[in-house]
């Protein structure tokens, strides 16, 4: 008897929104929805003060981390260093959000960039590019203390 009563409610409610001011569309956006992700990576040097390599030998040798790690068709990604300074070391890199994981792993894989012993850290990562402009945890305000 109470759920006849709990139905006849539900159809009621139902009959009063199919009024077309209340129809609406809902969107959920899942985690990684976006279709590429970003790596803000830092290059560490271990035995010497200066890095003599370009982007492009950087993304050689990622390519050749994911080969060995994964195989030639799990190493078959496709990705882009979109920015990189040999002044701080520092690389952006994009890839599709699906192989994010096989790229991060990868990272960890290399040791040695040209003759020089190197460590790949990561240091942001986001789905959208523009969060990689300023990390919070370095911000130091400007406003002086009185």
């Not at 709990?6 to 609406?24: G, L, R, T």
């Not at 492009?56 to 068709?73: E, I, Q």
């Not at 792993?105 to 942001?124: E, K, M, R, W, Y």
């Amino acid at each position: 008897m109470v759920h006849k009563m709990a139905d006849e409610n539900a159809d009621s409610c139902q009959q009063e929104n199919e009024d077309p001011k209340y129809k609406f569309k809902r969107i959920v956006s899942k985690l990684n929805a976006l279709p590429y992700r970003y790596l803000k990576v830092e290059i560490i040097l271990h035995n010497t003060q200066k890095l003599y390599a370009t982007a492009k030998a950087l993304k050689h040798v990622m390519n050749m981390s994911m080969r060995s790690l994964f195989g030639t068709l799990g190493g078959a990604v496709t990705f882009d260093i979109i920015k990189y300074s040999s002044e701080s070391r520092v690389a952006i890199i994009r890839c599709p959000a699906k192989f994010y994981v096989k790229i991060r792993a990868s990272l960890f894989t290399i040791t040695q960039l040209g003759d020089t012993l190197v460590t790949l850290h990561t240091i942001q990562s986001s789905s959208h590019l523009m969060a990689l402009a300023c990390n919070s945890r370095d911000y130091i305000p400007s406003i002086p203390v009185v």
